[in-house]
Every structure is written in structure tokens, then in C-alpha cells.
């Protein structure tokens, strides 16, 4: 497995342009939000101000969504087009192995752009970092695990390398709307909060927003985020192709 993430590691900073289009995406749009919409710097009822936890939560989402229903579809579709896949089929390689190379290479991408967000923040809008740091950290590992064993599923499931954005694109809207990224999760109707709680990106998107106001993430979003992974991987494991 050391191998196969060493290659992989390679081949991904290759696609630097792409990397740094998605690292730096989520910090862009903090910064001109921010500064553009009066409101995120306005101190609220909870003492905080948007841009202090409501908007970091969502960028770090934006930018976790964009690696799971994009990027990790793409690259296995394309090396299944290309027979890379059939080829590490004749060797004693797991599936799981190849699945879990590409789960922590993006969890690394992710993790760099959530930093350079932290720090941005901080310089920019003297935003505090995350102030619940363990319980952020967990959260952080466990929902970016979750969504991206999503795009493991969307990656088994889409018949080539043109279809898989798309399928990716149908499943990361919905999901970006149901983690809080137009209507936020505090004033969505109940039914549609229901549904929000359920659908991991709500969870997760919750939890970041609890620990970087310092406050410890909800056992009920943890176990919400922790099914997701039980239960996406699987099935990513089960639906995987190498052709």
C-alpha cells in the first residue's frame, strides 16, 4: 500500500492546477464574501460573526464535496478507461487498498485546504482558529472519510470518465444545500432540517460549525457521519470494477 500511495502521490501533484484550483477556491470565496456581504462580519445573537464559524464550516464542506464528487470520480473512472485498473488487477492488489490510497490522499488535500482557510481567516477577518481543537479534528477526520466514500460510490457506479462529473455534480448540490451552503441549517423548515440531519453533509456541516465555536460536536451528528462511512465504503468496496 506504501507503493501504490508513494505513485498515486505523484500522479495527483502532477494536476497541480486542478489541486490548487481546489485549495484555493474555498479560501477565495471566504475572502470576497467576507468582504463584500456587511452581514458576515456583524456579531450576532450567539456572539459570534459568520465569518467566524458559519462561513469557514461551509467553505470546508465546498472544499471536501468538490474533492469527493469530483476529483475521486474522475480519477478512477479515467483509470478504469485507460485499463490501469485491469492491470492492477493481475497483481495481489485489494480493491479496498486502491480505495483507501485515494481516501487519504484527498483527507491530505482536504486537511492543506482547511489550514491555509484557518490562516486566511485569521489574517484577514482576525477570525480565532477552531477553539474545540479535539473534537474538530475527529469531525473533521470522520465527515471528510464519509464524503469522500460517497465519491468512491459515485466513481464504482458511473460508466466512464465523461459521465462521472455529472453523477458527481447531481450528487454534490444537493448535498452542498442540505449542509447549510444557501439556506443555513438554522432557519430551514423542520421537515427539510429533518432531512438535513440525516444526510451527512447536514451532520458533518453542524459539527465543524460546534467545534469551531468551541463547543463539543453532537453524539447523534457523529453517529450520523460514522453510518455514512460504514456504509458508503462498503459499498464502494462491494460495487468496485476493475473493467
Request: proline share 7%; hydrophobic share 55%; net charge positive.
Amino acid at each position: 500500500m506504501k507503493k501504490i500511495l508513494i505513485v498515486e502521490a505523484k500522479l495527483h501533484l502532477r494536476e497541480w492546477p486542478f489541486m490548487l484550483f481546489t485549495i484555493g477556491l474555498p479560501v477565495g470565496l471566504l475572502v470576497v464574501l467576507g468582504l463584500s456581504i456587511p452581514m458576515m462580519t456583524k456579531v450576532g445573537n450567539a456572539g459570534d460573526r459568520p465569518v467566524d464559524t458559519q462561513m469557514p464550516s461551509m467553505m470546508t464542506l465546498l472544499a471536501l464535496l468538490v474533492l469527493a464528487c469530483n476529483v475521486v470520480p474522475a480519477v478512477l473512472t479515467t483509470y478504469r478507461e485507460q485499463g490501469v485498473l485491469k492491470r492492477m488487477s493481475t497483481t495481489p492488489v485489494h480493491p479496498a487498498r486502491l480505495l483507501g490510497v485515494q481516501l487519504l490522499i484527498n483527507l491530505a488535500v482536504g486537511a492543506v485546504s482547511t489550514t491555509i482557510l484557518i490562516v486566511v481567516g485569521a489574517l484577514v477577518f482576525d477570525s480565532p482558529a477552531p477553539r474545540q481543537w479535539v473534537g474538530f479534528v475527529l469531525v473533521f477526520l470522520l465527515g471528510s472519510a464519509a464524503l469522500m466514500a460517497i465519491g468512491l460510490v459515485i466513481a464504482a457506479l458511473a460508466p466512464n470518465g465523461k459521465a462521472a462529473p455529472g453523477i458527481g455534480s447531481v450528487a454534490m448540490f444537493p448535498l452542498m444545500f442540505l449542509g447549510g451552503m444557501w439556506v443555513p441549517r438554522d432557519v430551514m423548515p423542520e421537515g427539510l432540517r429533518a432531512v438535513s440531519d440525516y444526510s451527512v453533509a447536514g451532520p458533518f456541516a453542524q459539527a465543524l460549525k460546534d467545534t469551531w465555536a468551541g463547543q463539543a460536536p453532537q453524539l447523534l451528528h457523529l453517529a450520523v457521519v460514522a453510518a455514512g462511512l460504514l456504509i458508503f465504503g462498503g459499498l464502494a468496496v462491494r460495487l468496485f470494477r476493475w473493467e
